[in-house]
C-alpha cells in the first residue's frame, strides 16, 4: 500500500498534474485497492478537509502580507533597518536578514517574505555594487525564515493535519527562527569580508528616531501577536483576524492603499487560499486512505526494525524529508507525510512539537533547492537572473542550514527548552 500511494502520486507528478488532483488519485487507488472506494467518502473527507476553524487564520494572514506590501509597511520596515545597519560593510546583507524577522513575524509565508524583500532590496544591493546572485541569494535564504517564525501557515498546517497544538508549534519555532537569522548574518560577513561593496551613509539619530517612528506601528505586530497567543487572549485563527485588522488600519494611517490596491488584495489573497484550502482538502482524502489502509502503523514496523534510537530515527527521517523537498513543494510535503511520520516519531519518544518543527524547517531548505525550490525561482524572476547563476550562489546558505539541522537534531534541547518556558 506505501509503494502503491507514492507510486500513483509521484507518477502524476511527473506529468506535471496538479498536486492536489494527484493526491486525490492516490488516495482513491489505494480506497479501489482495498474495495472501500465511494465517491461519498471521498466528498465528505475533502469538507472535512477545508472546513476546519484552525485553517481560517491561513488567508487571514495571507491577507496580512498581501496588505503590508501595498500599504507600504514593509518599506518603512526596510528604511528602518537601513538606519540602524546599513552603514557598515555588507550592510544591507543585514538590512535584509533583520527586516526578513520582522516580515516573518507578520506574514508566515516564505514565498511572500522573499517576494516583498527581494522586490525592494534586490535593486538597492545592485545599485551599491552587490553581485545579484549573492544578493538573491541571501534574500531566498532569509526567506524562508517565513516558514519558522510564528506565525508560520506551514506550522498551522502542521498542526491542524497532525492534531498538535498550533500555538505551541508557534512558541516553539521562535527561538530556532531567531538563530537561522543570526547564522545567516554570520555567513553573510565570511562571504562578503574581503569584497568591496558601497554602503548607505550613516544615518544621523534623528533620521533613525524618523524611521523608528514611521516603522513603529508595523513593529508592533509580531509582538501583539505572539503575546496574544503566549498569554491565550486569543486562539492563532482569531490572531489572523487581529493581524489583518491592524495591517489594515495601519496601512490606511499612512494612506498608501488605494481602494484599487485593496481589491488587488483581496483577488491575490483569495487565489491563494483558494489553492491552499484545495490541497488540505484533497490532503485529508488522502489521510483517510492512508489511515485505513494502514500505512503509518506498517511504516513504524519497517522503521523499527531498523533503529529505536530517538536521533538516528530522526535522522533517517530528515534524509527523506530533504529528498521529498527536493521534488515537492512544502505545503504538499506537510499534508502528506506529516500523518504518516508522526506515529512512527511518537512510537520512539519524540515529541510532536519537536518534530513539528524540525519537519518545517527540514522542507523548508526544500524552497531553496533545485529544482523545485519555489523561493528559488521567485527570486529568480525578481533579479532577472537564471536558475543556474542563483544556484552557485545559494549553496553556501544551504550548507549552513544542514549544519543547523545536525544541530537541532543532536540537540532537542535548543527547541524544546525555550518552546516549554514560552508556552
Known sequence: ?????????????????????????????????????NTQVLAENMINGANNFALMAIPFFILTGEIMNAGGVSRRIVDFASSMVGHIRGGLGYVTVITGIIFAGISGSAVADTAALGAILIPMMAAKG????????????????????????PMILFGVISGVSVTGMFMSGIVPGIIMGLSIMVLWRILTNRERMATLPKASGVERLRTLRGAALALFLPLIIIVGLRGGVFTPTEAGVVAAVYAFLISLLYRELT????????????????????????????????????????????????????????????????????????????????????????????????????????LSVGLITPPVGTVLYVGCGIAKISIVELSKAIWPYFALYFGLLMLLAVFPQIIMVPGALLR
Open 1 to 37: 500500500m506505501i509503494w502503491l500511494f507514492l507510486g500513483v502520486l509521484f507518477l502524476f507528478l511527473a506529468f506535471n498534474v496538479p498536486v492536489a488532483a494527484a493526491m486525490l488519485v492516490a488516495g482513491s487507488a489505494v480506497l479501489a485497492s482495498l474495495g472501500l472506494f
Open 130 to 153: 552587490y553581485q545579484k546572485n549573492k544578493a538573491t541569494a541571501l534574500v531566498a535564504a532569509t526567506g524562508i525564515i517565513g516558514t519558522v517564525i510564528p506565525p508560520s501557515i
Open 259 to 362: 481602494p484599487r490596491a485593496m481589491v488587488a488584495v483581496l483577488i491575490q489573497t483569495a487565489k491563494t487560499t483558494g489553492v491552499v484550502l484545495f490541497l488540505a482538502a484533497a490532503a485529508m482524502v488522502s489521510a483517510y486512505a492512508i489511515t485505513v489502509a494502514q500505512i503509518p502503523a506498517q511504516l513504524a514496523q519497517t522503521l523499527l526494525g531498523v533503529t529505536t534510537n530517538p536521533t538516528l530515527m530522526l535522522l533517517m527521517i530528515m534524509v527523506f524529508l530533504f529528498l521529498v523537498g527536493c521534488v515537492m513543494d512544502m505545503t504538499p510535503a506537510i499534508l502528506i507525510f506529516g500523518p504518516v511520520l508522526l506515529p512512527v516519531i511518537t512510537s520512539v519518544g519524540i515529541d510532536p512539537i519537536y518534530f513539528g518543527v524540525i519537519m518545517v524547517i527540514n
